[in-house]
């Protein structure tokens, strides 16, 4: 079992920065890859970065250039710094993380105002 708890969120202006952290719980050492997903009001949950063990990253179109994902290298704390923030990018932002099985966070709500 995994547990999962972030935090970070909250309201900004458009052109402003949050980092979020995601902090991992329990069998930590079976963690593979972690991951940050996304969803607005009437969306779909959507990737929006993610790392595994190894370091390698991937990220959605959206937000490549603009927000970076870190961290794993101890599996135990990942965090997503997010720059240049967009009104598109309002939703409520979840931590996953990959073992033979997936675990989520309970969320934090991103809210970016025009």
């Known amino acids: 079992q995994v547990q999962l708890v972030e935090s970070g969120g909250g309201l900004v202006q458009a052109g402003g920065s949050l980092r979020l952290s995601c902090v991992a719980s329990?069998?930590?050492?079976?963690?593979?890859?972690m991951g940050w997903y996304r969803q607005a009001p009437g969306k779909q949950r959507e990737l929006v970065a993610h790392?595994?063990?190894?370091?390698?990253?991937n990220y959605a179109d959206s937000v490549k250039g603009r927000f970076t994902i870190s961290g794993l290298n101890a599996k135990n704390t990942v965090y997503l710094q997010m720059n240049s923030l967009k009104p598109e990018d309002t939703a409520v932002y979840y931590c996953?993380?990959?073992?033979?099985?997936?675990?989520w966070g309970q969320g934090t709500q991103v809210t970016v105002s025009s």
């Open positions: 996953n993380a990959e073992t033979p099985w997936k675990y």
């Open positions: 329990g069998s930590i050492f079976s963690i593979n890859a």
């Open positions: 790392i595994t063990s190894g370091g390698t990253t």
